[in-house]
């Protein structure tokens, strides 16, 4: 598999080899949509970028003392592309990784990260429970409530979106 980028087959199935918790997998199809969305508005690689987002917490359920460490490992000893290993460790820059942020679909990534989590918890305080009718203005919101979905760091989406020259007002 050596600098092809591998399908998103691959992608799911080796995600799914090393995590069976439903929570994990949402998260990784969440970040995933989130990341492809992202990649549309910058006019880049959505395949790319949504595989990324998909792989990003490979390692987590099994190995979360070692998180982007162990990613890193399988992915190169599976072969993939440095440029997606590169992508899927730095967003864990600053806590779990060394790696820092450096193109733009890294910094997405690592906003993207946090940013889907926000998402999450505040569609499920809905009455519908469900993404498909959240608006920015609900999120953004909840973004002030600092108890609101305490475990979401704020500042690490704020800065993925300052490196993005993303800007928004809560």
């Known amino acids: 598999m050596t600098e092809q980028i591998p ?11 090393y995590n069976k918790s439903q929570a994990l997998l949402r998260h ?11 990649a549309k508005r910058f006019d880049q690689d ?15 359920e099994q190995f979360p003392d070692q998180h982007c460490t162990m990613t890193a490992q399988i992915l190169r000893q599976a072969g993939w592309p440095e440029v997606i290993v590169r992508a899927a460790i730095s967003h864990g820059w600053g806590r779990c990784s060394q790696v820092e942020p450096q193109t733009l679909m890294e910094w ?24 498909l009718d959240l608006t920015t203005k609900s999120v953004l ?5 600092k ?24």
């Open 7 to 17: 399908t998103r087959q691959q992608a799911l199935d080796l995600l799914m080899q």
């Open 108 to 131: 997405a990534l690592y906003a993207v990260d946090e940013l889907t989590g926000l998402v999450a918890a505040t569609a499920l305080v809905r009455p519908s429970r469900s993404v």
């Open 28 to 38: 990784a199809l969440a970040v995933e949509a989130a990341m492809r969305q992202v």
């Open 141 to 145: 919101k909840k973004w002030g409530q």
């Open 46 to 60: 959505q395949d790319l970028w949504g595989i990324v987002g998909l792989i990003h917490d490979l390692d987590y």
């Open 147 to 170: 108890g609101f979905a305490a475990g979401v760091d704020r500042h690490l989406i704020e800065q993925g979106a300052q490196m993005l020259a993303w800007t928004w007002q809560s």
